[in-house]
């Protein structure tokens, strides 16, 4: 290619992509009935581990040693994942319900992204024969975040037409992410909390007509550390 701007090469690869991915999941559920409301309780585990590897200059081509130099990439994404959530919802029948809550998960991903060298450009490679030695640069991260939350919710029908709805709900999220290979310089953590309050009411005009208002505070977390 005369140039990183000429585009009439087609592409083509030499280095065979192939993607594995692995997935396991489990998860339980129980609940208990008391004289006054319902407890569940909730709990699974995910894993993953995706790993792929494929051609990184997407032709089966030779360097010209000025700007075009052939290589190869792996990605390498392993997740584990802890969950536990409970509940406990009332059971009456009066004008009066509620709801507490709980959740926590436990996540770290492990993330790999490497490429390497490819001498020939032209010679085919299988995935086996991409050597760790031919390796030219790489980027990990290790991720690890915890995060609990609590709420509640309180209902009341003021009239069979009317209900009054309050919640709120309690954030609390823990995050870490390091280079291994250099902890000194790459650790970094942060932790971010919210009360993420709603309210809302429910007006019943007719068996077909409703009216809705409420205000409520939404909480999206930050991906940066």
């Known amino acids: 290619r005369s140039s990183l701007e000429d585009f009439s090469v087609p592409v083509s690869e030499n280095v065979l992509g192939v993607n594995v991915r692995d997935v396991y999941v489990a998860s339980a559920k129980l609940e208990h009935s008391f004289p006054f409301a319902t407890l569940t309780v909730a709990?699974?585990?995910?894993?993953?581990?995706?790993?792929?590897?494929?051609?990184?200059?997407l032709v089966a081509l030779p360097s010209d040693g000025v700007t075009f130099f052939p290589a190869s990439q792996r990605a390498l994404d392993v997740l584990d994942a802890w969950t536990a959530e409970a509940r406990l919802t009332s059971t009456g029948e009066g004008p009066f319900s509620w709801a507490l809550g709980s959740f926590y998960q436990h996540r770290?991903?492990?993330?790999?992204?490497?490429?390497?060298?490819?001498?020939?450009?032209?010679?085919?490679?299988?995935?086996?024969?991409?050597?760790?030695?031919?390796?030219?640069?790489?980027?990990?991260d290790n991720q690890l975040s915890r995060t609990w939350a609590f709420s509640a919710e309180a209902s009341y029908k003021v009239t069979d037409a009317l209900t009054v709805t309050a919640a709120g709900r309690y954030d609390r999220d823990f995050r870490r992410s390091v280079d291994p290979r250099d902890v000194a310089n790459t650790f970094a953590?942060?932790?971010?909390?919210?009360?993420?309050?709603k309210i809302s009411v429910a007006w019943h005009v007719t068996p077909d007509i409703q009216l809705f208002t409420g205000f409520s505070r939404g909480d999206r977390k930050s991906t940066r550390l």
């Open 189 to 197: 953590k942060t932790s971010f909390d919210r009360f993420q309050p």
């Open 43 to 57: 709990g699974g585990y995910f894993h993953t581990r995706d790993d792929g590897v494929a051609d990184g200059d």
């Open 108 to 140: 770290k991903k492990d993330s790999i992204f490497a490429v390497y060298d490819d001498p020939s450009g032209t010679d085919a490679l299988t995935p086996a024969q991409v050597k760790a030695s031919s390796e030219l640069f790489s980027i990990q």
